[in-house]
């Protein structure tokens, strides 16, 4: 009988594993869960401080306050190493088109001669850029990987955080909506 009994086991091993795949599959499909749709702690309050100097080799002022208090903004954290942030840099050079917001940056462990020619060879969809050689502020903004972009509100809150990149879909589905709902309520 022990025999049986330890012989079922990586069948019920499997089952288990396998139900609960399902299971996320089934909430993705039907509810709209996510497992990458990580709440920010920030949400609802105001971003943190931020004062960053500007990339050298850009004609765009660096980030702090100022540049973010009064304006709709998106803040887009991202290095030239980080291969999903060239994917998302096509949808971020279309925000930037968007007239209403502020697309601003917050370059994150990068050299900064490297993100400057990263923006001068695909376009620089920035108003802003700061740096964060040491990752400090990034931490702040409760980030863990790049890339990660906050929707903020006039008033300096946290409307949205949506981690990876960024691409037609979470335009569509994420961000574009945040930023209606914003300009909407205004």
């Given at each position: 009988?022990?025999?049986?009994?330890?012989?079922?086991?990586?069948l019920v091993a499997f089952l288990g594993i396998a139900g609960a795949i399902a299971n996320t599959?089934?909430?993705?499909?039907?509810?709209?869960?996510?497992?990458?749709?990580?709440?920010?702690a920030l949400a609802g309050r105001r971003h943190p401080a931020v004062d960053l100097a500007p990339l050298a080799g850009l004609q765009a002022p660096g980030l702090n306050?100022?540049?973010?208090d009064g304006h709709i903004a998106v803040v887009n954290i991202f290095a030239s190493w980080c291969v999903?942030?060239?994917l998302e840099h096509p949808a971020l050079?279309?925000?930037?088109?968007?007239?209403?917001?502020?697309?601003?940056?917050?370059?994150?462990?990068?050299a900064p001669e490297k993100a400057a020619a990263f923006l001068q060879e695909n376009g620089n969809p920035f108003a802003a850029i700061g740096i964060d050689a040491t990752g400090r502020s990034s931490i702040d903004w409760g980030v863990y990987g790049v890339p990660e972009t906050f929707v903020i509100d006039r008033a300096g809150r946290i409307v949205l955080r949506h981690?990876?990149?960024?691409?037609?879909?979470?335009l569509k589905i994420d961000i574009l909506p945040a930023l209606e709902e914003i300009i909407a309520a205004e």
């Open positions: 009988m022990r025999r049986y009994a330890f012989a079922a086991f990586p599959l089934y909430r993705e499909s039907v509810g709209g869960y996510s497992p990458a749709a990580i709440p920010s306050d100022q540049t973010l999903p942030c060239r050079m279309e925000l930037a088109k968007e007239s209403r917001i502020k697309l601003v940056g917050i370059n994150y462990k990068d981690v990876g990149p960024i691409d037609e879909k979470s």
